[in-house]
């Protein structure tokens, strides 16, 4: 038995979300008296899992892999299963895996909760966010595997060194997946990606202009936060529609939104609404954003943010 985790990485690089994914599958390795698997893809250095509770590492190398389908991915997730007979598979919030975990729990015959929020019971209750994180739910899983995704940035990410060992794994790969061509990607700009922020800088149409966008980078760089924005702003070509976010777009729930000129439309709201501390910023002060803040500030953001951006460098 053990507990088998898919550790998301860009450019070999092994992620934020990955941390969290593998600290929550230690604490239920932890309970069960099992241990915790992961499988990495093109990571150089996967030794850094063992930091994280990490036993034991499938370290699959392989340059076709580059660009991994969700199809692919299942196929060399299954292999793993089977390998390390694991019950439990755990993923994070990231597209990719929010893409694989359906596919892979149809596959095995597995009861599958996403947007998780809180560890298993004895009996296999969790809960998760469900309705825009209007509510939760309450799970119970009592198939033989259980595949389960996290909810973004819901778990505190622990250190806790174990021995790790890395073995190299050569799964087969779909003949099917050789039909698939990456035309192009498009990479986010920003130095913080969204995917391990734990704050977010967004900005709406209330900055009037593309050209006015330095005050959200320039309040982004002095927090070390990542940038996004409104629907209508990537509408609009202002930023690229990698930044934007909310229920259409990337939800998130960094420790900390701020929203710089947006109202607050309710799909924005909804794919923002996990977010723990929500701080409003527009000069509008009818705008809905401010019902669902945890603070407020009615002003100019012309004016509030480079006064708010002056205070923190003083601070700093």
């Known amino acids: 038995m053990s507990v088998l985790i898919y550790i998301d990485s860009e450019n070999g690089k092994v992620k934020k979300s990955a941390f969290e994914v593998a600290t929550y599958a230690r604490a239920i390795a932890d309970k ?3 241990k915790v698997v992961a499988v990495t893809i093109n990571v150089p250095q996967p030794e850094v899992l063992a930091a994280y509770g990490v036993n034991k590492v499938l370290s699959i190398t392989n340059d076709q892999l580059q660009h991994i389908s969700a199809n692919t991915l299942n196929h060399l997730l299954q292999q ?8 439990i598979v755990v993923f994070s919030a990231s597209s990719q895996a929010k893409e694989v975990a359906p596919l892979l729990a149809n596959s095995l015959q597995a009861g599958y909760v996403s947007n998780i929020i809180s560890l298993p019971t004895e009996d296999f209750i ?6 825009s994180n209007k509510a939760i739910s309450l799970s ?4 033989p595997i259980k595949v389960l995704g996290l909810a973004p940035n819901a778990f505190k990410i622990e250190e806790k060194n174990v021995e790790l060992a890395v073995e190299p794994f050569a799964p087969t790969l779909p003949d099917s997946d050789q039909e698939i061509q990456v035309i192009t990607t498009e990479k986010t700009s920003g130095k913080v990606s969204l995917d391990d922020a734990t704050i977010v800088v967004s900005g709406g149409r ?3 202009a593309a050209e006015n966008w330095q005050i959200v980078e320039g309040l982004a760089e002095v927090l070390g936060a990542a940038t996004a924005c409104s629907k209508p702003v990537a509408d609009m070509g202002w930023r690229p529609h990698s930044e934007h976010v909310g229920q ?5 729930a960094p420790n900390l939104y701020i929203a710089i000129g947006i109202s607050g439309a309710i799909q924005h709201l909804a794919g923002v609404n996990a977010s723990k501390v929500k701080l409003v910023i527009n000069s509008d002060p009818e705008a809905p954003f401010f019902k669902a803040a945890d603070y407020g500030v009615v002003g100019d953001a012309f004016e509030v943010v480079p006064k708010l951006i002056e205070k923190l ?4």
């Open 313 to 316: 460098k003083a601070r700093q």
């Open 32 to 34: 069960q008296q099992t």
């Open 206 to 208: 209330g900055l009037k």
């Open 140 to 143: 119970q899983i009592n198939t």
């Open 126 to 131: 969790v809960k998760s966010n469900v309705f």
């Open 80 to 87: 793993a299963v089977a390998k390390e007979n694991s019950t």
């Open 248 to 252: 259409t777009g990337k939800p998130v």
